[in-house]
């Protein structure tokens, strides 16, 4: 039950796209097309935006995709405004009935 | 609208017990496989524990294995987590979430545990 690997920050002009990637094991990310991704917001509870790897709760913006290849999975904000400015984590589905996110990537809009 | 509610959080010294409770509305919450996912301070999230729609079925990560227990009553929508032997790696806010999809798709306001002497 390692954390799945996430770089620290990430940062973009408005309108500009940013991507996150997300890695794990084959065990995790590798072996099952269960990815979500969850914005948070300081001192909020995170909110879910995209499961499936590429599936969109009702509401999310399609600036938010996401994709899969291989052990690692990515998060592509496109035209990022400014209140996309959070933190953001992966999660994988790994078997058993058992979870595992990511350490957390800040995303700065400059 | 869903809704939860997590209860519960507060100061308790190291080998101390909690239990965490979250009231659910807007949902059939026997319908529902729900979770625990917890965040120390300045810190990710964390998978803490899983329980099938019935409760028949509860799952666990290795660091919360055989201190923590979940559990639901589905005649009053509440989870529950029991916490035992809590040690300071335990502080963290804890949130209750709803399974969608394999996904967390619902999540409580959080509580807070804080375990220090």
């Known amino acids: 039950q390692s954390a799945l690997t996430q770089p620290r920050s990430v940062s973009g002009s408005p309108g500009q796209s940013v991507t996150i990637s997300c890695t794990g094991t084959?065990?995790?990310?590798?072996?099952?097309?269960?990815i979500s991704w969850y914005q948070q917001l300081p001192g909020k509870a995170p909110k879910l935006m995209t499961y499936?790897?590429?599936r969109r709760p009702s509401g999310v913006p399609d600036r938010f995709s996401g994709s899969k290849s291989g052990n690692t999975a990515s998060l592509t904000i496109s035209g990022l405004q400014a209140e996309d400015e959070a933190d953001y984590y992966c999660?994988?589905?790994?078997?058993?009935?058992?979870?595992?996110f990511g350490g957390g990537t800040k995303v700065t809009v400059l | 609208e869903v809704q939860l509610v997590d209860s519960g959080g507060g100061l308790v010294q190291p080998g101390g017990s909690l239990r965490l409770s979250c009231a659910a509305s807007g949902l059939i919450f026997n319908n529902h496989f729900m979770s625990w996912v917890r965040q120390a301070p300045g810190k990710g999230l964390e998978w803490v524990s899983s329980?099938?729609?019935?409760?028949?079925?509860?799952y666990y990560a290795d660091s919360v294995k055989g201190r923590f227990t979940v559990s639901r009553d589905n005649s009053k929508n509440t989870l529950y987590l029991q916490m035992n032997s809590l040690r300071a790696e335990d502080t963290a806010v804890y949130y209750c979430?709803?399974?969608?999809?394999?996904?967390?798709?619902?999540w409580g306001q959080g509580t807070v545990v804080a375990v220090s002497s």
């Open positions: 979430t709803k399974m969608g999809a394999y996904a967390c798709d619902y």
């Open positions: 329980i099938d729609f019935n409760g028949d079925n509860t």
């Open positions: 999660c994988s589905y790994a078997g058993s009935f058992t979870w595992v």
């Open positions: 499936d790897v590429t």
């Open positions: 084959s065990s995790d990310v590798g072996a099952y097309n269960y």
